[in-house]
């Protein structure tokens, strides 16, 4: 089984390293129309790649790693512990949990991938979907202060 999602999930890690590395305190306390700030978004790509990396540690024994989730009723409740973690520390706990996820994927057998795939755990695969859609945002509002 080809592995695309391990290039494509460092491509979006080191696109992920290089924002965080640049991003002001300034930027990170930025304001998207939702009320969310860089820094939470940031916290919050932090939440999804440490939960991915649990559910391939099931994977991984075997398991089934979730049942399905409520996203929308998840992010609310996360949204007041992700503006609680300083802005800063967000944006390491972003990073580290996509290195240690990314470390992971590198490791999964074809075998584990497809099975991953087999029960609707794609997800946990390509991190960089998820990842990507945030970076964008992220920079989209950046360019618009620019601008």
């Known amino acids: 089984m080809e592995k695309a999602f ?35 978004a940031l916290a ?14 099931k994977i991984k024994a075997g398991g089934k790693a979730s049942e399905p989730l409520d996203y929308d ?13 300083a802005p800063r520390e967000a944006a390491r706990l972003a990073l580290e949990a996509a290195e240690k996820v990314d470390a992971d994927l590198e490791t999964i057998s ?16 390509y991190r960089c979907v998820h990842r990507k859609m945030h970076l964008d945002e992220i920079e989209a509002l950046l360019n618009r202060t620019v601008g």
């Not at 919050?44 to 391939?56: E, G, M, T």
């Not at 497809?114 to 997800?123: N, P, Q």
Request: glycine share 2%.
């Open 6 to 40: 391990i290039a494509e999930n460092t491509r979006e890690r080191k696109r992920l390293k290089l924002l965080v590395e640049r991003l002001s305190d300034a930027q990170l306390a930025m304001t998207f129309p939702y009320g969310w700030t860089v820094a939470m």
């Open 110 to 125: 074809d075998e584990q991938a497809a099975a991953a795939e087999a029960v609707g755990e794609r997800a946990r695969l």
């Open 73 to 85: 009723t998840i992010n609310d409740a996360l949204a007041p512990l992700c503006q609680a973690i």
């Open 44 to 57: 919050h790509l932090a939440f999804w790649d440490h939960r991915s990396f649990i559910a391939l540690q």
